[in-house]
């Protein structure tokens, strides 16, 4: 009973593995396209973070699942367990995890300081800064990534295969103590501190807006509300908090998972992939729910974003919005054209206004 159990949990992560390459990577790019190119009511900075995560989630999804898990369940011997792209292929990994989590936290903390500083408000919503910040962010974690690529060495090991015995190089952790530093540092780095940043700072986003709610009538916070640029900043902050609320559930699990075989079942006699040890489908379990959040954050995007379902429906049906079309009419014209005498109805309802005379300008 206990081996057709490990045979159905193996089974199940042998199709969920490439099911997450087929469909994240495809929606990963689908996302990039879309927050860049299509106008989905976020805010410049917003764009530039949310696209720079759906590249480094493509990147972790094919370092990660594709190359290292799913090869893993479906070849004998994958290529990475060979000189030198066993040390190679962690590196990759855990900088394009590094850059996944960080990107969250960076982007976590300004929007916080946007909304509690003016003077941060400025700074941080110009466009190259933020560039510059999200190039940092994936430089400085490749940097930080390269001793991972010395925690595994490639040795002989002797299976039994069809009632053969042979030898093949395998690329296997390296058990000696900078190698267990390394993967603490790493671990702490990668999932306990930015779960720590992106709670505590959610907390005082959520506690600022709350605070600052009260300090408006009903009718003032409609009338704000109604604004462009606090729908936007509103926006954006729900899909900033919906993103990071999904980092937190789908990557705490692992945290905890990890730690735990890293001080009750680091030694070499353990087992790990003996399924019939409950710690080993726990620990699987949770990597397979931090692998999905790589994948996930389109669906997120359709769930929260009004404005990113309309502009997904108008790109499928191959139509243009009419506002779009007002738009450049009403550029063009104003190139040509300013009006001369007009009145403006105060009032909140929609009004008409005629243009009762036209001065054409050079």
Known sequence: ?????????VTVQKIYYPFLCIMGIPANLFTFYMICFRKCGMSDTAIIYLSCLAIVDTFYLVWVILIDLTLTFWLLQPF?????????LGFLQYGS????????????????LVLRITAAKQHFSQAHVTKLTCVAIVLVSHLVSVPMGWI??????NFTIDGENIT????????????????WITTFLSGGIPIVLVIIFNYLIGYHLCRASNLFTKEERRVMHGRSTRGMLRRTILLLGTVSVAFVV?????????????????????????????????????????????????LLYCMVSRRFRQELVQMVTCKMKARELGSILTHTTMKVFTVADHKVLLSSKPVTVVLTNLKQTE
């Open 250 to 298: 789908l990557s705490l699990p692992r945290f905890v998972t990890y730690c735990i075989l890293r001080t009750e079942y680091n030694n070499e006699k353990f087992n790990r992939n003996d399924y019939n040890i409950p710690i080993n489908v726990a620990g699987d379990v949770a990597n397979m729910l931090q692998n999905l959040n790589s994948t996930t954050n389109f």
């Open 80 to 88: 990475w367990h060979s000189h030198p792209w066993c040390g190679i």
């Open 1 to 9: 009973m206990e081996e057709t159990g490990v045979t159905i949990f």
């Open 97 to 112: 995890l590094y850059s996944s989590s960080w990107i969250v936290v960076v982007f976590t903390i300004e929007r916080y």
């Open 152 to 157: 595994n060495v490639v040795t002989a090991v």
């Open 168 to 183: 093949m190089p395998r690329c296997r952790y390296r058990n000696e103590t900078y190698s267990t530093v390394i993967v």
